[in-house]
Each structure stands twice: as C-alpha cells, then as structure tokens.
C-alpha cells in the first residue's frame, strides 16, 4: 500500500502544483488583457472620432490634415489620409483579435 499511497500522493502534489500555475497564469493573463483591452478601447473610441470627422469632410482642408494630425497621420493629401486611417483601423481590429485570441 505505501508504494500506491505514495505514487497518489505524488500525483496529487504534482496536480496541485500544476494548478497553482495555471490559476497563476490565467488571473495574470486575464488582469493583462483587461487592461489591453481598456488601452485598446480607448484608442479605438478616439480613432472612431476622429476618422469620422475626416470622412465627414468634403476636401481636402486643413481641419481634416489636422485632425489626421491629432492621430498621428502625417499626409499631404485626402488620398493619404484615407490610406492611413485604413491602416489603423485594420490595425485596430488585428489588436481586438490578438486579444480574444487570449480570451479563447
């Protein structure tokens, strides 16, 4: 009996141990991705703005490069304003993947 007491015990010891790991990685892992995700939430709230303000505008004006500006869009034109805000937003929503890629 020793030897099978033993060996459940062992088993036992080994699976706590495994399980305090786990339970260590997954509060860790969740608190890191809230918070990702509440950085992300941001940047995609202020991106949402802003990008709807430029494509409200008719032309290429300075309200819509300064804006553009604001979210860190250097460009010369409307044309290179739009290419850029596609870039973000597909950047964006890549994040919001990586992160439920965390959750699942």
């Known amino acids: 009996m020793g030897g099978i007491e033993e060996n459940i015990n062992k088993a ?6 495994i399980r305090d790991e786990l339970s260590l990685k997954s509060s860790l892992g969740a ?5 990702k995700f509440a950085k992300l939430n941001d940047k995609y709230e ?8 430029i494509l409200d ?3 290429e004006s300075v309200d819509e490069l300064k804006i553009a500006a604001e979210l860190g869009i ?3 034109n409307r044309e290179e304003v739009i290419t850029a805000l596609e870039l973000a937003a ?15």
Do not use: C, G, P, R
Request: proline residues 0%; positive net charge.
């Open 12 to 17: 036992i010891s080994e699976a706590e141990k």
């Open 31 to 35: 608190a890191v991705t809230k918070e």
């Open 46 to 53: 202020i991106f949402k703005e802003k990008s709807q303000k």
């Open 57 to 59: 505008t008719a032309d």
């Open 74 to 76: 250097q460009a010369k």
């Open 90 to 104: 597909e950047e964006i929503k890549y994040s919001y993947q990586k992160i439920q890629n965390l959750i699942y």
